[in-house]
């Protein structure tokens, strides 16, 4: 046997032999990954609603994109970042303003998360809406029982 035909066999545990593939060559049942965005399905309504997956999906696709505003749909109330923790900082003991700089910081930082969040609240309310079956958008109130009853 040459060397090229023995590099493409691999010895199995039975003793025979498969075959691998040669590079360059794609699978025939190749798989497209799918983001979360497109794995979030339409809500539907009626008996066999799938609000469970939807869910899901949909709290996971929001925290993806809107991070930590997408917990509402999970936790079903608002995040709140922690408060800025003054003990943390050695205010007494700073001469040169450093500690006071990075306390000032930290609020920056926890006034933009806040500010950020709020201004996603739009963005998320719309793409949630793009997720539901026309029969949810007309039916909002039919859709909370039927979808609820299903759990």
């Known amino acids: 046997m040459t060397e090229s035909k023995a590099?493409?066999?691999t010895p199995t545990k039975n003793g025979k032999s498969s075959f691998k593939k040669k590079s360059g060559q794609r699978s025939s049942t190749?798989?497209?990954?799918?983001?979360?965005d497109t794995a979030v399905p339409m809500l539907r309504l009626g008996a066999n609603n799938n609000f469970?997956?939807?869910?899901?999906?949909?709290?996971i696709a929001c925290m993806e994109k809107y991070k930590n505003l997408g917990r509402l749909i999970h936790d079903e109330k608002y995040y709140s970042p922690p408060?800025?923790?003054v003990s943390l900082y050695n205010l007494a003991n700073d001469p040169h303003k450093v500690e006071k700089t990075r306390l000032r910081e930290a609020?920056?930082?926890?006034d933009k998360e806040v500010a950020d969040m709020q201004i996603d609240r739009?963005?998320?309310y719309a793409y949630i809406i793009s997720k539901l079956s026309?029969?949810?958008?007309?039916?909002?109130r039919r859709c909370k029982v039927e979808c609820h009853r299903g759990q």
Do not use: G
């Open 7 to 9: 590099t493409n066999k």
């Open 122 to 124: 739009t963005s998320m």
């Open 83 to 85: 408060a800025v923790d």
């Open 30 to 36: 190749s798989v497209v990954s799918l983001n979360s």
């Open 134 to 140: 026309k029969e949810s958008i007309r039916n909002p």
């Open 107 to 110: 609020y920056k930082r926890w």
């Open 52 to 59: 469970d997956t939807f869910k899901k999906k949909i709290s």
